[in-house]
């Protein structure tokens, strides 16, 4: 076997492999042996017939299989004969094969970076983890009052912060109804009976908090200013008047804390739900400082270490990561127009995190091997197992699955990286 490497910029090879004909022939052979047992040839039973004849007769496609059987083997051999540690694959180009002149190709990939690693043993992290006060439980048993809250009918008094409004209104920007500037967003422009939240989040930017103080019947004209990231393009950085109408005010009112409300909690009694949330928020208090904690070692390592990304990896992951983005933007409500119009911002987002994450995983992974630390089938299967539980699937599945997309390395490597992260944290001095 001849193999030349050619650098590609990066972390890109370019490699021409050469396989010569004393070296295709045994597999060659074999693809032979296995049509002669199974073809049909006229004069023949079936699988009686001379190889010979066979080869002759199936000459294209024994090639053709020969080939598919050959050109995995030799880009591995060629890979372990450089020593390259292979990324992904690109792109191969230029396959040529014949039983009597051998098999050449030539193989774009990318490896994985060279890393240096940093002083990863001498991390450390700052203590920003809190106790739990009992003005944090009255304030978490007030959020769980305002859930199961109702609105009821209020009079003799203007709009107020929390209340839901029933209002017509209708917009002008640049003497043009709103509606018309913004034709693709249905209600932007102007609408009836429209039963509004007055306060956080605004469906208008502005009109809610211009709307505190009106009376039922009144009607106001509330100047807003769109933001220049506002998800309408052509309301962008546009001033508008829009005139207001109150219809009706109901207020927010909360249950009281009574048997009916302790049962609906699930609580047998005040003390004991103010306990229990206690202990909810301790508990979270704690995950959010780990979660914490983990960005600062994982800041710290990608700060310390320069390298180049296979940018393949690197697209793989974006690709991946925006379409995870257009499915949040999706669910929460975005039209696909609005979703189009974002899609130079939602790359950008999902190439700048993506290159972050795939750094920090080779970075793990380098540590993960200077501390000899492995994924055993126990860890692998355990993995699995959670991966078909979010995905509502029998771990059978999806272990096929992996296998059949050669991901399970992955999935070890995966497993490796996070140990090597949490062998991090436990070293880590703090401060």
């Known amino acids: 076997m001849k193999v030349t490497v050619e650098d590609a910029g990066g972390c890109r090879r370019l490699m021409?492999?050469?396989?010569?004909?004393?070296?295709?022939?045994?597999s060659y052979s074999e693809v032979v042996g296995l049509y002669a047992r199974s073809a049909t040839v006229p004069g023949f039973r079936r699988g009686r017939a001379p190889a010979g004849i066979v080869e002759k007769r199936y000459a294209k496609d024994i090639a053709e299989d020969a080939k598919d059987r050959l050109l995995p083997k030799a880009y591995r051999d060629a890979v372990k004969k450089e020593g390259l540690r292979a990324a992904s694959v690109v792109d191969v180009q230029?396959?040529?094969?014949?039983?009597?002149?051998?098999?050449?190709?030539?193989?774009?990939?990318?490896?994985?970076?060279?890393?240096?690693?940093?002083?990863?043993k001498k991390i450390t992290v700052t203590d920003q983890g809190k106790p739990v006060t009992d003005a944090d439980v009255e304030e978490a048993l007030n959020s769980l009052r305002e859930r199961a809250a109702r609105f009821g009918e209020v009079t003799g008094r203007g709009v107020r912060k929390g209340d839901l409004a029933q209002i017509d209104y209708s917009g002008v920007c640049d003497g043009e109804p709103v509606e018309k500037a913004a034709s693709d967003c249905s209600g932007l422009g102007r609408a009836t009976d429209f039963w509004a939240l007055v306060g956080e989040p605004e469906f208008i930017p502005g009109i809610p908090a211009g709307m505190e103080g009106m009376q039922v019947g009144e009607t106001r004209k509330i100047e807003v200013t769109f933001p220049g990231d506002h998800h309408v393009e052509a309301m962008r950085g546009?001033?508008?008047?829009?005139?207001?109408?109150?219809?009706?005010?109901?207020?927010?009112?909360?249950?009281?804390?009574?048997?009916?409300?302790?049962?609906?909690?699930?609580?047998e009694s005040v003390e004991k739900l103010r306990e229990t949330i206690r202990k909810d928020l301790e508990e979270r208090a704690v995950q959010d400082e780990l979660a914490r904690r983990r960005d600062e070692v994982a800041k710290f390592l990608l700060d310390g270490v320069t390298c180049d990304l296979p940018e393949s990896v690197v697209a793989r992951e974006a690709h991946a990561t925006a379409r995870m983005l257009v499915r949040r933007f999706a669910y929460q409500g975005a039209t696909r127009e609005q979703i189009e119009q974002r899609s130079d911002e939602i790359m950008g987002v999902a190439h700048r995190t993506s290159s972050d994450r795939v750094k920090l995983g080779y970075i793990l992974s380098r540590i993960a091997d200077e501390?000899?630390?492995?994924?055993?089938?126990?860890?692998?299967?355990?993995?699995?197992a959670r991966m078909a539980s979010s995905r509502r699937e029998?771990?059978?599945?999806?272990?096929?699955?992996?296998?059949e997309d050669g991901a399970i390395e992955q999935v070890r490597e995966d497993i490796r990286a996070d140990k090597a992260l949490e062998m991090l944290m436990s070293i880590a001095k703090t401060k």
């Open 238 to 267: 546009k001033t508008a008047v829009y005139e207001v109408t109150v219809k009706a005010v109901r207020e927010r009112i909360l249950p009281e804390l009574n048997e009916e409300f302790l049962k609906l909690a699930g609580a």
């Open 394 to 403: 029998t771990p059978e599945k999806v272990r096929e699955d992996l296998e």
């Open 94 to 120: 230029d396959v040529v094969f014949a039983r009597d002149k051998g098999l050449s190709f030539s193989v774009t990939l990318d490896l994985q970076p060279e890393i240096k690693l940093p002083k990863y």
């Open 371 to 384: 501390e000899k630390i492995e994924a055993s089938d126990a860890e692998l299967d355990e993995r699995i």
């Open 16 to 26: 021409r492999v050469e396989v010569g004909a004393d070296d295709v022939l045994p």
